[in-house]
């Protein structure tokens, strides 16, 4: 079994249904999560938006390999909303799955890169991460997510929400 740690994210129509939604998608394939974070709101990072973002991370254990698992989040996101990018910038999305980790794999693929490249940089991704997987040890870096949430310059407003 593979594990999988995915950050869910979005910030248009109702964002929370839709991470429940691909929650829901995810476990028709992988099984039922092993862990989830409560949901996180942020500011956008790298652009401006109108509406803040609603995050959060999940992890999986399945046989799925890493290419396959992103094609079936990719696939997750078509239908649930998402449109492909009009240009290189972020831009605001329904949902967003992005791949943190898979094992403690290192994997630099032209589609994709394990750990997220930009993981240690984003408090949005680092304060769900601290719900569960404190002590997770970022495989490049040698570090948890609590010291590399501590190093972290990303001084964007981060709040767990509350339902």
């Known amino acids: 079994m593979n594990t999988q740690i995915l950050l869910l994210g979005g910030n248009q129509g109702d964002v ?21 974070s409560n949901y996180y709101e942020s500011e956008a990072w790298g652009f401006e938006a109108e509406q803040n973002f609603i995050n959060q991370v999940v992890e999986f254990n399945s046989n ?18 998402r449109k492909a990018k009009t240009g290189t910038h972020y831009e605001s999305r329904p949902i967003d799955i992005d791949i943190l980790f898979f094992n403690d794999q290192q994997i630099d693929l032209p589609r ?5 490249p930009k993981l240690h940089e984003r408090r949005f991704t680092l304060l769900p991460l601290l719900d569960n997987w404190a002590n997770y040890v970022h495989p490049v870096f040698q570090k948890n997510m609590l010291q590399l949430e501590a190093s972290c310059k990303d001084d964007g407003m981060v709040q767990k929400v509350q339902l």
């Open 16 to 36: 929370i249904d839709s991470l429940k939604r691909s929650v829901e998608l995810l476990s028709e394939r992988l099984g039922e999560p092993v862990l989830v």
């Open 64 to 81: 799925l390999e890493p290419t396959d698992l992103l094609n079936y989040t990719q696939e997750i996101e078509k239908e649930l909303g």
């Open 112 to 116: 994709l890169t394990i750990p997220h």
